[in-house]
């Protein structure tokens, strides 16, 4: 799993010794529009009860799983369950009913895969 790194003013918010101790990160805010995501964020610094208001644009969001609630640290992935169907390089394949002819179904699905992974 591959944690990407914000822009370096965060980066360094985040390493604080105060942010540590005493910060926090808050969604205040979210709006989608056109398949993309804004997300605005209450960063609490950790310093004499210092908050900092910031804005996340997400472009291209295909799913999304948002709770409000406080958090000490805000990470960005490329590998999390919600994103699993979009990177997995295996999957499972489940029948609703039998078949008179198993190994012509599969004969056709082993056709497909071989056509769809060239």
């Not at 540590?20 to 995501?37: F, H, K, P």
């Not at 804005?55 to 699993?84: A, F, M, Y």
Request: glycine content about 6%; overall charge negative; charged content about 25%.
């Amino acid at each position: 799993m591959e944690l990407h790194t914000f822009n370096k003013e965060l980066s360094e918010l985040f390493s604080t010794v105060e942010f540590e101790d005493n910060g926090g990160v808050r969604i205040t805010g979210t709006d989608w529009y056109s398949g993309n995501l804004r997300v605005e964020l209450a960063i609490y610094t950790g310093c004499n009860g210092e908050s900092q208001l910031w804005e996340i644009q997400i472009n291209g969001v295909r799913k999304e799983l948002i709770k409000s609630s406080h958090t000490d640290r805000l990470e960005l992935l490329d590998e999390h369950p919600l994103l699993w169907e979009y990177n997995q390089e295996q999957t499972s394949l489940y029948f609703g009913h039998s078949t008179n002819r198993p190994f012509e179904l599969f004969a056709n699905i082993y056709d497909i895969h071989v056509f769809e992974t060239k």
